[in-house]
């Protein structure tokens, strides 16, 4: 940031390591295992806890980070860096470090939960042990330095371990896809470690390398999550506040200039980022807005309801105040509601109280300041959801600060002054305080397990949550339980949604519910009525085309498929069907242009090597086939349909050894039942294989026919030998 000038005394300290006999390595490992360990003993019930909402379609509905083998065109194109405008328009954010690390994931244990909890409370770990690293390093600082002699490691640790176990932080850890908020906060520590260092780094060389890592780690967390831009903000903090004196009119001077270093380099990055997406700042707030149930200035008012809400939540640990959607009353004016004038004086006098006390209570100033910066993206102009516990993870990293200080300083002043009852009184209510952050965070946990717990925790909490229905109808229709989820959903339509265009989700989901029932003419009716109200719902139009395509309306779906192949940015499941849906009309030449064009954005897919493989049979390029339909039937051996697609190849190819091959891996793999059931889905026109279902029938029962005479000779065989 700046040079600033330091007390004799404090550099003194600093050069000296005046308080080297609390930060002993030994110690401070000490300190990051007891950390660790806290962590893993009160997030132990989240192993198996589900995936839910937004992990969907960033993780298990991605395509993108499904990979099969780790390489460099693989990782690229699972973090989407060089594809950065498709973020916009896919409904995936721009977020690459958190999808390499969902890739990665991925590689290991598929859809697994287990191993994507393990990241998360790991990274989790490190954040926790990065905080306690970063205030001993605080500590060294000109403003504090010399101020708790004796109790840094004390009030470090107690810090940390409060803010790593609150229950507040449980949204962020165990809500799977906030690992991007976990990423950016970890390099957000890092940052301000770096910067640190730097400042208190005297040889030049070493002031590079740190000021270079504290770069690095801007561009990585913002590469997880966006609000680390506001990094530079916080080091503007640190540097007026930790490195600046204020006795001297020069000192107030450095004070603006590293406020306003630290407002333009935020400013830059931000315009910086949102160039590299191909972003339109105003546009994209516009867009943002024209779908929520307020306006930009309304959630402006409301937010310091929330944000007040927040730290009530923060200071006052109650399990039923924990929710994932809280039933809020949008401000309309400053006095509709009266809280929000309120919360605005409370909030304004908070940071007037901080500015005030900047020279003689760093800590509080410190903690309360970092707050309210880092509430800056996500509760103030953007119009986002209005609550989310997960956006203060990274807030809310100093705001045990002061208070660790004082419980420390007051059980050292106890001890001081020979008041053992006061001493022991002080540290038995700060352990039983610990206790209740950690069994709430526990329990907490618990509400995460599946859909069903979180949705009815949801619904006790926020009866009036539409989310909080429709996710609990998902978690009957996924059961098979379909009148209940029908009748769920149903009662979500009457309910408060986040969203205008949440009731076409809601229809949609009904839709889908009907198809499984077989209702075909009331599925279409209900696709219609979300695409009425959303009609860019491309899930809707998706499903509703490969319906069309089941009915055997090929028109119709064909009609749907154009425009889902018509975006700016389309995914390979729209070429996929537009491929099917021509294939079924025996257009093969132009059904793969398509193909070929969804392979190149999923390669290696099963369903799009099928259809390759068909177009190709029934354009007679029997050989080239067979290699796509051997690779589809290889990578999917639970698929009858590539199989039997592959035996239509060779019986259109008369190349009969090979055809005898696939009969023997036919009838090993699956049982007559699944193979009747496939012919008869045939003859009813609903598998991508084009042969006449009698045909093939007719092939297969000759088979089975030689098997059994060869079987019955045998046997014969061997009991006239007997």
Not at 45 to 56: E, Y
Request: glycine fraction near 6%; proline fraction near 4%; charge should be positive.
């Amino acid at each position: 940031m700046i040079n600033g000038d330091c007390h004799t005394k404090s550099e003194c300290s600093v050069t000296s390591c005046g308080c080297s006999t609390t930060m002993k390595t030994g110690g401070r490992c000490s300190g990051g295992l007891l950390i660790a360990v806290i962590c893993l003993l009160i997030y132990s019930n989240t192993w198996n806890a589900a995936w839910h909402m937004d992990d969907f379609p960033n993780i298990v509905n991605n395509p993108l980070l499904h990979i099969r083998e780790i390489s460099v065109a693989s990782l690229l194109k699972a973090t989407n860096l060089f594809q950065d405008q498709n973020a916009l328009y896919s409904g995936i954010s721009y977020r690459p470090f958190s999808y390499l690390t969902f890739a990665l994931n991925w590689y290991v244990g598929g859809a697994q939960v287990w191993g994507y909890h393990l990241i998360n409370i790991g990274i989790h770990i490190l954040c926790g042990i990065g905080l306690y690293f970063f205030l001993l390093t605080l500590f060294q600082t000109p403003a504090l330095s010399g101020r708790f002699q004796g109790m840094e490691n004390d009030i470090a640790l107690l810090s940390a371990v409060l803010w790593a176990i609150h229950p507040i932080q449980t949204q962020a850890v165990t809500y799977i896809v906030q690992r991007m908020c976990l990423l950016a906060t970890l390099f957000y520590i890092a940052g301000m470690w770096c910067y640190v260092k730097a400042r208190m780094n005297v040889k030049r060389r070493g002031q590079i390398i740190l000021y270079s890592g504290c770069a690095l780690c801007l561009l990585f967390g913002m590469g997880a999550k966006e609000n680390a831009v506001l990094l530079p903000l916080s080091l503007g903090l640190i540097e007026i506040i930790f490195f600046q004196s204020f006795s001297l009119r020069r000192h107030w001077k450095k004070c603006l200039l590293a406020a306003g270093i630290a407002a333009v380099l935020t400013l830059a990055m931000s315009l910086i980022f949102a160039d590299i997406i191909r972003l339109d700042p105003m546009t994209f707030i516009q867009k943002l807005a024209a779908v929520r149930p307020f306006t930009v200035t309304q959630r402006l008012l409301t937010e310091p309801r929330i944000v007040v809400g927040y730290l009530v939540q923060i200071f006052f640990p109650l399990l039923r105040s924990f929710s994932i959607e809280h039933p809020v009353v949008v401000s309309t004016s400053l006095l509709h509601p009266v809280t929000t004038l309120l919360s605005l004086l409370a909030i304004a006098g908070l940071i007037l109280m901080a500015l005030y006390r900047l020279r003689t209570a760093p800590i509080l100033s410190f903690a309360i300041l970092f707050y309210f910066v880092n509430q800056l993206m996500e509760s103030s102009i953007i119009p986002l959801e209005l609550v989310f516990e997960h956006r203060n993870y990274l807030p809310s990293l100093f705001i045990f600060f002061p208070v660790a200080a004082g419980i420390v300083w007051g059980i050292g002043y106890y001890r001081r002054n020979h008041r053992p009852v006061m001493m022991v009184t002080s540290i038995a209510l700060t352990t039983l305080f610990m206790i209740v952050f950690g069994a709430t965070t526990y329990l907490r946990n618990a509400v995460w397990t599946s859909e069903k717990t979180l949705w009815e925790d949801t619904l006790l909490k926020n009866p009036e949550s539409a989310r909080g229905y429709a996710g609990l109808a998902y978690y009957y229709g996924t059961t098979g339980q379909y009148d209940a989820a029908l009748w769920i959903n149903k009662v979500s339509l009457s309910k408060q949604w986040a969203r205008h265009t949440f009731p076409s989700i809601t229809l949609y989901n009904m839709a889908k519910i009907y198809t499984y029932k077989h209702d075909y003419e009331k599925a279409l009716s209900l696709y219609d009525q979300s695409l009425s109200i959303d009609p860019s719902y491309l899930l809707a139009m998706y499903s509703k085309a490969e319906l069309l395509a089941t009915l055997g309306r090929w028109q119709e779906a064909e009609k749907l498929a154009h425009v889902l192949v018509s975006k700016k940015v389309i995914p390979w499941d729209d070429l996929n069907l537009m491929g099917y849906i021509l294939l079924k009309q025996h257009q093969p030449e132009k059904a793969l242009g398509y193909l070929r064009r969804a392979d190149l954005i999923s390669p290696q897919n099963p369903k799009i090597y099928t259809n390759i493989g068909v177009s190709m049979t029934l354009l007679k390029q029997y050989r080239r086939a067979d290699w796509f339909l051997i690779q589809a039937s290889q990578m999917v051996p639970g698929d009858i349909v590539p199989l039997l697609a592959l035996v239509v190849n060779h019986i259109q190819s008369q190349n009969k050894a090979y055809l005898r091959i696939d009969l023997d891996h036919l009838f090993k793999r699956f049982p007559l039942d699944a193979i009747r059931e496939a012919l008869l889905n045939l003859s009813e026109d609903k598998l991508p294989v084009f042969a006449p279902a009698d045909v093939l029938s007719s092939v297969i029962t000759e088979n089975l026919e030689s098997r059994y005479n060869t079987w019955f000779r045998f046997w014969n065989n061997h009991s006239a030998t007997k």
